[in-house]
């Protein structure tokens, strides 16, 4: 049986983030993608330019339409813009109950377009993370939503991470791309433990996307494996080979996105 997940996100025109790096991902994975579309923003591989939210009531409408027709495996969350999504999408995942939910912590884009309103911070923190299977912060994120310094070291990251998954989240992600050294490490913080999640770090530059194409892997292949562990670990190694073939694409000026169908062109 073909699986279907579901993305809600926002749209990347250039086509190497949101809503396309997700169906991307889950085509490249095997599973059936299914969309609700939280905000267009006009951005390319040289960053964020523009944003404009989609109204809570039509992103609440996409949803309910989905979730009273397919079934859903799994739903990856991404960009939600404003506080009224966050309140949206809290809803419907309350009423529905997926098995399993990917929040991508989205707050701002790599070049430093705020991607969710400052008074959305809190609803995002006290609403939907609590309803997450898993959240998937990276340094800045974490340092965000915890109102601390940003992780200086591992030791930090799995002291953020606890105290991330202490305000409701069954696990995190913590994502260590940031941190200096020749590896990037991510751990996994669940009630029964931390698991380092390392790998070598890649010099190429085809990285546009990274997060949103890791966070949409995960949500593929949770329902494919059975932990978070292992889909984990499979979305790294799908991830990273993605990364790798992208010198392939010419895409852009700026930073180019992944090669998402690299092990069939």
């Not at 190497?16 to 994975?29: C, E, M, N, V, W």
């Not at 991607?115 to 923190?125: F, G, M, V």
Request: glycine fraction near 8%.
């Amino acid at each position: 049986m073909i699986l279907n997940v579901l993305t809600i996100a926002g749209s990347d025109p250039s086509g190497g983030a949101g809503i396309q790096a997700d169906l991307k991902t889950f085509s490249a994975l095997g599973v059936y993608g299914a969309t609700a579309i939280t905000a267009l923003t006009a951005q390319n591989t040289q960053g964020v330019t523009a944003l404009y939210p989609v109204a809570d009531y039509i992103v609440a409408a996409q949803l309910d339409a989905v979730f009273r027709d397919l079934r859903i495996d799994a739903v990856k969350i991404g960009m939600l813009a404003n506080v009224e999504n966050v309140l949206a999408v809290s809803s419907v995942i309350e009423r529905y109950k997926p098995a399993h939910v990917v929040l991508d912590t989205v707050i701002c884009s790599s070049n430093g377009y705020l991607l969710l309103e400052p008074c959305a911070l809190a609803a995002l923190r006290d609403r939907l993370l609590p309803l997450a299977s898993i959240i998937t912060p990276n340094l800045h994120e974490a340092s965000v939503l915890l109102g601390e310094p940003v992780a200086a070291d591992e030791v930090q990251m799995i002291y953020q991470g606890d105290a991330l998954r202490a305000l409701g989240a069954q696990a995190v992600l913590i994502k260590g791309g940031h941190l200096l050294g020749n590896c990037s490490p991510d751990w996994l913080i669940e009630k029964s433990g931390h698991t380092r999640i390392s790998s070598v770090r890649l010099k190429v530059i085809g990285t546009h996307g990274t997060g949103c194409t890791l966070s949409a892997a995960i949500a593929a292949l949770r329902p494919q494996n059975r932990d978070w562990t292992n889909a984990v670990n499979n979305a790294k190694i799908y991830i990273n080979q993605a990364l790798l073939q992208s010198t392939r694409l010419s895409v852009g000026l700026g930073t180019g996105p992944l090669h998402h169908f690299h092990a069939w062109w």
